[in-house]
């Protein structure tokens, strides 16, 4: 069973940056893919970066694209996400996900495990 733990909530204008992190234990971090998503009230729980096991692949939302990266670090059992240029719409909770035995789906319903959601809020 893997526990993962997002941290780095915050409250930032437009054009301001953020970085979160989620750490992993009760598992083997460096076999699993990683993936972030967020869920903006009122909507669908939407995909926004993952990266495999090596992080030598990575993806993201085309929303995101340019503005966000999403990097790891297996000797720390971490997942972060480097969030740039924020706009109002980036406002959600964020959640970190784990995925076993394939890379690195687009699906919330393809991830094993959860993290429990860090906030995000991005004033105009």
């Known amino acids: 069973q893997v526990q993962l733990v997002e941290s780095g909530e915050g409250l930032v204008r437009a054009g301001g940056s953020l970085r979160l992190s989620c750490a992993a234990s009760?598992?083997?971090?460096?076999?699993?893919?990683m993936g972030w998503f967020r869920q903006a009230p009122g909507k669908d729980r939407e995909f926004v970066a993952a990266?495999?096991?090596?992080?030598?692949?990575?993806y993201y939302a085309d929303s995101v694209k340019g503005r966000f990266t999403i990097s790891r670090d297996n000797a720390k059992n971490t997942v972060y996400l480097q969030m740039n240029s924020l706009r109002p719409e980036d406002t959600a909770v964020y959640y970190c996900?784990?995925?076993?035995?394939?890379?690195?789906?687009?699906?919330?319903?393809?991830?094993?495990?959860w993290g429990q959601g860090t906030q995000v809020t991005v004033s105009s």
């Open positions: 996900a784990a995925q076993r035995n394939t890379c690195c789906s687009r699906t919330y319903n393809a991830y094993d495990y």
């Open positions: 009760g598992g083997t971090f460096s076999t699993y893919a």
């Open positions: 990266i495999s096991w090596s992080g030598g692949s990575i």
